[in-house]
């Protein structure tokens, strides 16, 4: 009998991150996707933490921390508070994959600012064209004990 | 048999594969000597069941056949042969070409007519017409003086469109002279036909974006017959069934209309702009998948279709006159509003099918959203002098396009049920409100795709209709 073995990693961090970027660098379902190609930063502004991920042909290539300036130095990024990040991030969890109220396309469209935010709206429009890339990134990280700052 | 032909005349690979299949270089050689193109050889050779005992059967009686032996005919050849009313004598001389006699077989069951075959043979025969057997071959097109030796290798997406411009074969002019349908980088030959294209001119279809658009399209393509968990569907509402085939009514009935609209544009645009014949071909192949999605939603949880669309947009996008304005209109214009129908869809999905439905479709309407942005940029900055062109023809289709709005009751209505949960007065009045959220996301997402395409202006211009969901500039102040 195997014992499943589960990452643990603290989220919002690197770590929590590269946890989900092993898990789908080694998943036949995300390339199944098809190539994928966008900068997305990640801002969680109520506690000033701000993350850059490259996602390059099948695989996510870069994670890294960085300041508010170059999160927004993307095609987009993702910004909610830490609220709604945990809330999805539980949600993922509990149920396997994001339910419908807690996917990235209906945040986006509850957010009377948008989730995915850009300064350019042919950039943008990478949420949409890479999007069942996206939400299966974040939906791979119910395989991980997450731990909330 | 002879040693005549030196082991180094036999091309590697050609060895490789005898020795691969434990065929003696011996065999290779009587081979080559009867006059059988390398590549043939190997092809056979490759072929599944070839032993070393049928290779040597197959060459000593082609040996015997050149020798002016008799020619037999296998049995099973022969009974094949009378069944398909093949005469002995042109199967005879097939043989003595070298055809193997379960080739032939296959080619007779297959339903290949004697005459189609005779056909074959006599240019084959001529060929090998020589004197001694040998081919008489022309050769002067490996002359051709076209860029050689080119070896791109794949990447981590594989070998794409986009990665074989290279050399002489990435110059994409801006103007293409020639009118027939030669491939850009090949050599063109006198007198062929004109193709009747008329689009010549890089500024009137280009887009930077076009190659990997292409690529992206083909990688994330899906179908509808089996990536949508169509089991998932539980009975609706009666309603909400009607408001849900309402939509999938009117997203086919445009879906169609986008197809041909496309469809009719693609043979007026020249070769040497490939890349963008072959994006929007796959964008063409879209329409028909949004067509077939959503008529198949329709017919498969108890409803059917609805009623028709007015029709006033949809039709004046067909008389367009030029590509640019098709485009501009159909695929950042009507593919916004597209978009905002996708996103309702998604939003009030009731069940994981209609919720893979709209997750696709949403990826494949912002693929066309690129190609338009991207055009109509490359399009304004090297035709300046037409921008105001371009603010006229947006006059003109946001007009339409709000007009088909206001007509269209029963798609405004099936939104509202959708929004609100239900056909009562009450949940259609907070679906109402609902909708008028979706119609101001809608009108900044427009404004925002146009300035992406460099037309940051027509915030100003913008039809009134639409201007009215736009944050004020006072606002927009304040929000920065």
Redesign the interface.
């Known amino acids: 009998m195997t014992e499943a073995t589960t990452t643990k990693a603290t989220f919002p961090s690197v770590a929590w991150f590269e946890a989900v970027r092993e898990i789908v660098n080694n998943d036949a379902g995300y390339k199944h ?3 994928c ?1 966008a900068t997305v930063g990640i801002k969680i502004p109520d506690i000033q933490k701000y993350f850059k991920l490259t996602f ?4 996510v290539d870069e994670i890294k921390e960085c300041d508010e300036a170059e999160s927004e130095n993307t095609d987009f990024w993702l910004e909610q508070t830490y609220a709604k990040w945990k809330e999805m991030i539980e949600n993922i969890k509990a149920n396997g994959k994001a339910d ?1 109220h807690h ?1 990235l ?2 945040l986006d ?1 509850e957010d009377p600012n948008d989730l995915a935010r850009s300064n ?13 890339s996206f ?1 299966h990134f974040f939906d791979v990280s119910e395989q991980i004990d997450t731990e909330f700052v | 048999m002879s040693d005549a032909t030196a082991p180094s005349e036999i091309p590697a690979d050609l060895a490789q594969v005898a020795e691969e299949k434990g065929i003696s270089l011996d065999i290779v050689r009587r081979a080559l000597a009867l006059g059988f193109p390398p590549d043939a050889v190997k092809q056979n050779l490759s072929m599944p069941g070839v032993t070393p005992e049928a290779a040597e059967a197959f060459i000593a009686e082609q040996e015997k056949i050149r020798a002016g032996g008799v020619i037999n005919i296998p049995p099973e050849l022969a009974e094949t042969a009378a069944a398909h009313k093949f005469p002995e004598a042109l199967i005879k001389r097939a043989l003595a070409l070298g055809a193997p006699p379960a080739m032939l077989i296959n080619q007779m069951q297959a339903g290949i007519t004697a005459e189609q075959a005779e056909g074959f043979i006599v240019q084959q025969e001529a060929l090998r017409g020589g004197a001694g057997g040998e081919v008489q071959l022309d050769l002067s097109w490996m002359k051709v003086p076209t860029e050689w030796g080119i070896r791109v290798k794949p ?3 594989g070998l794409t469109v986009g990665m074989i411009n290279v050399g002489t074969y990435a110059d994409v002019p801006d103007y293409w002279p020639y009118h027939t349908e030669m491939p850009r980088g090949a050599y063109p030959i006198p007198g062929v036909p004109s193709m009747g294209y008329s689009i010549f001119e890089k500024a009137e279809l280009w887009s930077e974006n076009s190659a ?1 658009l292409y ?2 399209a083909i ?3 899906w179908r509808p017959s089996s990536d949508v968990p169509w089991l998932s569907m539980e009975d609706l509402d009666p309603d909400v069934e009607k408001a849900v085939c309402q939509l999938c009514t009117h997203i086919s009935e445009r879906s169609l209309v986008a197809g041909d609209i496309v469809g009719r544009w693609l043979p007026e645009m020249s070769y040497g702009y490939h890349e963008v014949k072959l994006y929007l071909s796959t964008a063409e192949f879209d329409a028909a998948r949004w067509f077939e999605v959503f008529r198949k939603r329709a017919l498969s949880n108890g409803g059917g279709l609805g009623v028709q669309s007015p029709g006033y947009f949809h039709r004046a996008m067909i008389d367009a006159r030029a590509w640019t304005e098709t485009s501009a209109v159909l695929h950042i214009l009507a593919n916004s509003q597209l ?1 905002m129908l996708f ?1 309702i869809g ?2 009030t ?1 009731h069940n994981d099918a209609e ?1 893979t439905i709209f ?2 479709c ?2 494949d ?3 066309q ?2 190609y338009g ?2 055009h109509l940029r490359y399009f304004l900055t090297r035709k300046i002098e037409r921008r105001e062109e371009v603010h006229h023809y947006l006059n003109k289709y946001e007009a339409l396009l709000e007009y088909e709005w206001e007509c269209d009751i029963p798609l405004r209505e099936s939104l509202m049920i959708l929004l609100g949960g239900g056909a009562t007065p009450e949940l259609m009045r907070d679906g109402a409100l609902k909708l008028e959220y979706f119609r101001q ?1 809608w009108a900044n ?1 427009y404004i ?6 460099g037309l940051g202006e027509r915030r100003k211009k913008v039809h009134h209709s639409i201007k009215k969901y736009l944050p004020q500039p006072e606002e927009a102040v304040a929000a920065a």
């Open positions: 996707h098809g190539t190609d390059e042909a099948f695989e419908l996917t396309n209906t469209i350019d709206g042919y950039r943008r429009d990478a949420f949409y064209r890479f999007n069942q939400q | 990447g981590r997406k990997d690529e992206e990688q994330r393509r978009k996103d998604y939003y999905s919720r997750s696709y949403l990826q309407v912002a693929r959203r690129a942005s991207q996301r997402d925002d795709q146009l300035s992406a395409a």
